[in-house]
């Protein structure tokens, strides 16, 4: 989710009721970032992925993705997915997390392996509660709103047993490099973010976006 100006970090979002539900989140932060592998070595001086990087603002993209997740999900919940030959990079990052929610890969993988890989360690601390997967190197200009939107998503997980609930937003160009989803019938609602299924690609999953939105970009945050 994309705007023009930062949400101040330091104001909880009024909405939020997560932190009494027992929601998960799993951080994706395994990644090698190498397509901004020549503006990250300027900034950064070094070869570090772009999560590890201050782009947008004071933090790094990784911990602005923590501290949005911190909203809504408790520590002990939060896992951050990362991949060992980053340690250097990550560990001064997650110094503050909580025991047995680092999630250290051999390899990355991809982003599949990664999920599962965390999915794995989440299931035998909550394997019941609804889990958000939340990309670390998105760029989200107001965290209230968008933490509003994930925290509706997670509810309608919880009301939806089973169901795979996709984030998504209205383009504003063509993009080659996603795909597109298309909204088909109502699943849940009416309400500010009302949840339909997917029907365009004839899949079983479900997915979410804002009232209004066609074509939404695939790529987003997963539940």
């Known amino acids: 989710m994309a705007g023009d100006a930062w949400a101040n970090p330091g104001r909880r979002p009024r909405c939020l009721k997560g932190m009494a539900h027992g ?38 993209l990784l911990a602005e993705t923590r501290r949005r997740a911190r909203r809504l999900v408790p520590s002990d919940r939060l896992f951050s997915v990362v991949t060992c030959k980053h340690e250097r990079f990550y560990r001064p990052e997650l110094d503050d997390a909580a025991p047995g929610t680092v999630v250290v890969q051999p390899e990355a993988r991809g982003t ?39 925290e509706s998503a997670l509810e309608a997980a919880r009301a939806l047993p089973g169901t795979v609930i996709l984030l998504g937003i209205e383009p504003d160009r063509p993009e080659t490099e996603y795909g597109w989803i298309e909204p088909s019938e109502l699943l849940l609602g009416p309400s500010p973010c009302p949840s339909t299924r997917c029907g365009a690609s004839g899949r079983s999953h479900r997915r979410r976006w804002p009232s209004g939105s066609r074509k939404p970009g695939a790529s987003g945050t997963a539940l």
């Open 23 to 60: 929601y998960s989140a799993v951080v994706l932060a395994g990644g090698d970032g190498t397509r901004l592998r020549s503006l990250t070595r300027q900034l950064s001086g070094d070869d570090r992925p772009k999560q590890f990087c201050r782009l947008l603002g004071a933090q790094t």
């Open 112 to 150: 599949a392996p990664a999920i599962l890989y965390a999915l794995h360690r989440v299931a035998a601390v909550a394997p019941e509660s609804p889990i958000v997967i939340l990309p670390s190197d998105h760029y989200v200009s107001d965290d209230d709103a968008f933490m509003a939107r994930v």
